[in-house]
């Protein structure tokens, strides 16, 4: 996880960072002044709770960000400031995750453009509608980090955002999918969750705007500990679990957990393909023919992914 805190009080020293990949932030090098931002901060602590740091170009590396502070002969004041902010129980997670989401400032709606355009055709490929980008909100962005690419927000129970996924719509792009640097751990599309209904947990926001009744994306292969929580302190009796086929083994452990939560589990087989592409009338048919899984269907579909 990114300490936000962290990296604003080092944006206060060193100027505006560019985040680039696992929590790096790269910035002007003070030492060699680099016309280019080439010395790269990790965020993200290491195994030895440590945030190190290096130059690409002159090559002045150090293990902490209090040691690069004394090296630039940063003020007293902000060494101060600085010891609260390191480990990571020394941090409020709410504080770094929730209050820090935010779309894009290039975020627009779609309008007559060429662009927009090419967005939404983007879109109707993948057989989303019209009010499918009204409720979920869905824009996307001509430039900047997320450029060429469909924004899907999602937001808590009480309409905050709380996530959002970046998709480009281009035909070959360089960058297929950007989400932003933020904690995973929360509960996806929560404003549109019936929680006295069945759910259906998915991989991705087109998968869950197709299936359209509860359904809850992952992001992934991940089921984090908050949705897992909610899950089992909810109403919720009867839970589907439709992954990719590539995903056999994390959808059965997610059964057996559920599972042993005292939830009726179905497990969702997608046949090789994925619900986006079914569509939501096939996908429909295809959950009303799955039964619940007991003790004994559990093992033999685990025995069969060996």
Not at 14 to 23: P, Y
Not at 153 to 159: A, F, H, L, Q
Not at 173 to 188: A, G, H, M, T
């Amino acid at each position: 996880m990114v300490n936000e805190l962290l990296v604003n009080l080092v944006n206060s020293v060193l100027g505006g960072g560019k985040r680039t990949a696992r929590g790096n932030q790269a910035y002007t090098c003070p030492f060699c002044h680099h016309h280019k931002p080439k010395l790269e901060i990790n965020f993200t602590e290491n195994k030895e709770k440590t945030n190190p740091w290096q130059c690409w170009v002159c090559g002045k590396k150090g293990k902490t960000i209090k040691s690069l502070f004394k090296q630039i002969n940063a003020s007293s004041d902000i060494i101060s400031q600085l010891k609260p902010l390191i480990g990571s129980k020394t941090f409020i997670d709410e504080v770094l995750i929730t209050n820090l989401v935010e779309l894009p400032k290039e975020f627009k709606h779609f309008d007559n453009t060429i662009i927009s355009k090419h967005a939404l055709n983007y879109l109707k490929k993948r057989n989303i509608t019209e009010g499918d980008i009204l409720k979920y909100n869905i824009g996307y962005c001509e430039y900047g980090l997320y450029s060429k690419m469909i924004i899907i927000p999602s937001y808590d129970n009480k309409g905050n955002l709380n996530y959002f996924t970046a998709r480009s719509f281009e035909k070959d792009p360089y960058i297929k999918y950007r989400n932003p640097e933020v904690s995973r751990d929360i509960i996806p599309f929560e404003l549109f969750i019936n929680w006295d209904l069945p759910i259906i947990l998915c991989e991705g926001p087109f998968d869950a705007i197709t299936i359209k009744r509860n359904a809850i994306p992952l992001f992934g292969k991940n089921l984090q500990p908050a949705l897992m929580k909610k899950i089992v302190t909810s109403k919720v009796q009867k839970v589907y679990v439709a992954l990719d086929n590539d995903a056999i083994k994390k959808a059965l452990e997610f059964c057996e957990m559920l599972f042993n939560e005292g939830k009726e589990v179905y497990l969702v087989e997608l046949q090789g393909k994925d619900p986006s592409e079914m569509g939501f009338k096939n996908f429909t048919k295809l959950i009303q023919t799955v039964s619940p899984l007991n003790q004994y269907k559990l093992m033999e579909k685990k025995l069969l992914t060996i």
